[in-house]
Nanobody
């Protein structure tokens, strides 16, 4: 069974840090771009950060630039989201999603990423930033 499982969420005070993990099972992430999304109560889901299949391309929402860092470890089949200087407005359920890059390394999409056309989704992990 193909799955993405997020972990690392929890309660943290403003200014604190968390590292989210997105682990894949049933398939390898080598040829997948990965995106992190979040959905706060009463709001639409938004793209937070993404990383290309090669790992060389990343993108961040303006609201998290300079505070969040995405990375991947293909040997561990896992993608991470390091979140620093957390704010109450970062409170949300965070999801990871995988987008298959057809053609792998030969594809012109191997070094870029985006927030559309995801093939697999995790179930999410809750991040609460509060005193």
């Amino acid at each position: 069974q193909l799955q993405l499982v997020e972990s690392g969420g929890g309660l943290v005070q403003p200014g604190g840090s968390l590292r989210l993990s997105c682990a894949a099972s049933g398939f390898t992430l080598d040829n997948y771009a990965i995106g992190w999304f979040r959905q706060a109560p009463g709001k639409e889901r938004e793209g937070v950060s993404c990383i290309s299949a090669s790992g060389s391309g990343t993108s961040y929402a303006d609201s998290v630039k300079g505070r969040f860092t995405i990375s991947r470890d293909n040997a561990k089949n896992t993608v991470y989201l390091q979140m620093n200087s957390l704010k109450p407005e970062d409170t949300a359920v965070y999801y990871c999603a995988a987008d298959l890059v057809s053609g792998g390394r030969r594809s012109s999409w191997y070094n870029v990423c985006g927030f559309a056309g995801m093939d697999y989704w995790g179930k999410g992990t809750l991040v609460t930033v509060s005193t």
